[in-house]
């Protein structure tokens, strides 16, 4: 598959056969994700691979936008270690270039993925961090929740020239 259309399959996926994720799969999207680029090259990510039923079964009672987890074969939760940044606060940024590798990743392999967002949500945050026994200075950004689709989305198209402006506003 050609990167163009790698990026135009990538869809947010909340439904999932219960067809387990391979090692091989889940290494393609750990391996996109730490080849994201970071703030002075520090990568201060973190993941956390859930694959326990009973965990994954108790994520939506703690993310109100995370239901599909229960029915995952995977998640993998994205965090930022606050005590490997060069440069203080980049680390959301660093995460987020690495979930968004690691949801092209999940096309390119043949899987469907969603990214259900923790941070800034302190709440989240905080119980993110209890349920997964977090370190404080890892900070929880995001749970990417992957399997196989149960019906794969037609592919977008968002381009929108009037978002566009050349060299001034």
Not at 12 to 39: G, H
Not at 52 to 81: N, R, W
Request: proline fraction near 7%.
């Amino acid at each position: 598959m050609e990167f163009k259309d790698v990026v135009r399959m990538r869809r947010s996926v909340r439904k999932f056969t219960e067809q387990p994720v391979t090692e091989e799969q889940l290494a393609a999207l750990l391996e996109a994700a730490m080849a994201a680029p970071s703030a002075g090259n520090a990568q201060p990510w973190r993941f956390i691979v859930v694959d326990d039923k009973d965990t994954l079964a108790a994520v939506p009672a703690i993310h109100p936008y995370a239901a599909m987890a229960a029915s995952a074969p995977l998640a993998v939760l994205v965090c930022g270690d606050l005590s490997a940044e060069k440069y203080p606060g980049f680390w959301v940024q660093d995460c987020a270039a690495a979930v968004q590798n690691m949801l092209l990743a999940a096309v390119d392999a043949g899987l469907g993925a969603v990214w259900t967002g923790i941070y800034p949500e302190q709440e989240r945050v905080r119980q993110f961090s209890a349920m997964f026994g977090l370190p404080e200075h890892v900070v929880p950004l995001a749970l990417v929740v992957a399997g196989h689709a149960a019906k794969i989305p037609a592919p977008g198209g968002r381009f929108d020239a009037a978002k566009v402006r050349r060299n001034r506003w």
